[in-house]
């Protein structure tokens, strides 16, 4: 694991949400994007380093949908960025860690990612994230 990548954000109105990071970072977002296969519609903000994901869900089935009935509006998931994602959940699930994505698939921003099963690790969400051009 490098860094966090960014912080992921579940919110029930992607517009408004936009409109009060912006205020909260002093800048707009960098871009909006649908991610079909998640059910989402994403914002991006960059703030140094690290960036600040928004996902409304686009349909009922979303688990943005799922996680916003169960647990409310708020902090969805950790992204860390790694070198080489194959590597890293063949590392994890060695361990025995539960992965929810056992292969890589498209995500939101150029990325190639996967998601970690949260009763794996104390309640949080993980997400591991790799340049999809390396
Ligand atoms: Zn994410």
């Given at each position: 694991m490098n860094k966090i990548e960014h912080l992921g954000i579940a919110v029930k109105d992607l517009a408004a949400s936009n409109e009060i990071f912006t205020d909260l970072l002093g800048t707009p977002p960098y871009k909006e994007e649908v991610v079909e296969s998640e059910g989402v519609i994403t914002s991006f903000f960059k703030i140094g380093e690290s960036k600040i994901e928004l996902l409304q869900a686009t349909?009922?089935?979303?688990p943005i949908h799922n996680f916003i009935e169960k647990r409310g509006e708020g902090m969805h998931h950790i992204a860390f960025a790694v070198e080489d994602i194959h590597a890293e959940i063949k590392r994890l699930m060695d361990k025995g860690y539960r992965m929810i994505h056992e292969k890589p698939k498209q995500g939101a921003d150029g990325k190639i990612i996967a998601f970690m099963h949260p009763k794996s690790s104390n309640g949080v969400l993980v997400e591991l994230c790799q340049d999809a051009d390396k």
């Open positions: 349909h009922d089935q979303s």
